[in-house]
């Protein structure tokens, strides 16, 4: 897993820069849909460069499933929650509570409680991540600090995000880190259907040729 999260870092990185450096491009004016499919070229492309390159070092090389997850997983970075989305786009997710980078509990309609993989690598990512989705995805910037240890927000596509941090002197859980500051929060998927977005079965875009 290390190393797809290092390929989804990476793919991530490049797709998002091209994708800044193409902000003034109107060609795709403010269709959603047209947006939607650019991005999606824009993703695809950059996987194929992450392929080529550990191709081009000698490395292994990517097979087209590894390459769809990982356009899937930055989609789901730059559009979406991270490692959080896939659980929220599952309809039988009520709520997602979080208590530190790797203690992950989802609440399902069916009043089963499943515990899920971490959605970060440490809790530092964690509430880098929180604040992030503050100041992209909520309708303001938020601060999310010692200072200020709370956070609700309304997110685009319709989730709710409930966060607190907590100083913790030591070990508070099996999850903190000694002396770190340990995000807990609870994430709901939204009550009415969110934007479309791209499949979890990563297709390329249409008229997409892969270029070398």
Not at 84 to 90: F, I, K, W
Not at 130 to 154: H, I
Request: hydrophobic share 35%.
């Amino acid at each position: 897993m290390t190393g797809q999260r290092d390929a989804v870092t990476a793919v991530r990185d490049l797709a998002a820069a091209r994708l800044r450096d193409e902000a003034a491009d109107t060609t795709t004016g403010h269709d959603p849909e047209a947006i939607r499919e650019h991005a999606r070229h824009i993703i695809t492309q950059a996987v194929h460069d992450y392929a080529d390159g550990l191709t081009f070092t000698g490395q292994p090389g990517l097979d087209p499933a590894a390459e769809a997850d990982i356009a899937i997983a930055v989609w789901d970075e730059i559009y979406g929650l991270g490692r959080l989305q896939p659980l929220l786009d599952d309809p039988g997710t009520e709520t997602v509570d979080v208590n530190g980078c790797d203690e992950v509990w989802v609440n399902r309609a069916d009043g089963t409680k499943i515990k899920a993989d971490p959605v970060a690598d440490t809790d530092e990512q964690l509430i880098e991540m929180v604040r992030r989705w503050g100041a992209w995805q909520g309708s303001t910037a938020r601060d999310f600090s010692e200072a200020r240890p709370r956070m609700q927000l309304s997110l685009r596509g319709g989730y709710r995000l409930g966060a607190v941090m907590r100083v913790t002197p030591g070990p508070a859980s099996a999850s903190a880190a000694t002396g770190c500051s340990t995000p807990t929060w609870t994430c709901s998927p939204p009550t009415a259907p969110s934007p479309p977005k791209p499949p979890r079965s990563w297709q390329p875009p249409s008229g997409h040729a892969r270029t070398s």
